[in-house]
């Protein structure tokens, strides 16, 4: 995938263009740390009501690019939009996590009926985001992994070490692997349409990879990745996709060398200069600032991004966090971060 001398700086680091400085986005950009955000969300009186409101929505997205001018739009909205779209009840209590129903612990996800306005809502919001936005800015789309959303599917909410999910694909893997395989087309459906309506690169969050063994892992996350990978690349071949998986440790060159992905994001506990050795040469990767430096700021942070952006000095890099911007996090300190990221490394 080469880059075109019209790409944005972030898209063209994906399609593996080495920049210095590097283009930037961070995950959770949009959010509770932002006094704009937290007025409008009390407007609309919860999290849902503004997903689904394409025109609130995009304003969410923007927000921190009139702050920050980061490179990457990230869409505002939530992983769990896809088995929403696939017919489980979806909310947010104040207060609390996501709740999903009925959990397939006592469901069968042949049972549900889809709901696919839930997904034309997000496409509506991608399409006003892109309009919206400086060209010289990439519009990023997500969703969930499989293994991940199957987490919250199986369990109705979300569990500290998914052991209900991983019990279940244990015991009946020929079950589980058709509600992956479910998910699969559902998420390649999405993901789909987020590129159609002006999406110009798509992540895949993991957040729960690390919590599987070795073998259930390739088959859990390296295999249902791969599928979505290749099937989105048959659709839409110049449209780069990243893959996160958080907590994959040792197993993150096999996912980069088996799942197909354009880009890898690093979470905050790898070492980035043994990412650096065993990823495979010319991959862009994407990450991965500890968000608790951010937090803490000062000579701390100064430290952290210098360690990050020297072991990436000569590999296609973007900028990010290795998790999302905690929400107590100061606006000068997101400033500052931006400052040290702007300059030249060499």
Known sequence: MNALPTDPPLLAVLKGEHRDPPPVWLMRQAGRYLPEYRALRAEK??????????????????????????DGAILFSDILIVPHGMGQGLTFGPGEGPQLTPPLQTADWESLTPAPGYFAR???????????????????G??????????????????????????????????????????VRSTVDYLSGQIDAGAQAVQLFDSWAGSLSPTQFERWVIAPTASITSQLMARHPDTPIIGFPKGAGAKLAAYAAETGVDAVGLDETLDPAWADAVLPPGMPVQGNLDPLALLTGGEALTQAVARVRAAFDSRPHIFNLGHGIIKETPIAHVEALMDLVRKPFR
């Not at 969703?143 to 244990?170: C, F």
Request: charged fraction near 20%.
């Open 122 to 140: 997000i496409y509506e919001t991608v399409a006003k985001v892109r309009a919206a936005i400086d060209p010289s800015i990439t519009m990023l």
């Open 142 to 183: 997500f969703a969930g992994a499989p293994w991940t959303i199957a987490t919250y599917m199986v369990n109705g909410h979300g569990s500290k070490d998914q052991a209900e999910t991983r019990a279940l694909a244990y015991a009946d893997p020929a079950a589980f692997q058709s509600l992956i395989d479910a998910i």
């Open 45 to 70: 009186g919860g999290f849902l009501e503004l997903v689904y409101d394409p025109d609130a929505a995009c304003e969410v997205t923007v927000q921190p690019l009139r702050r920050f001018h980061m």
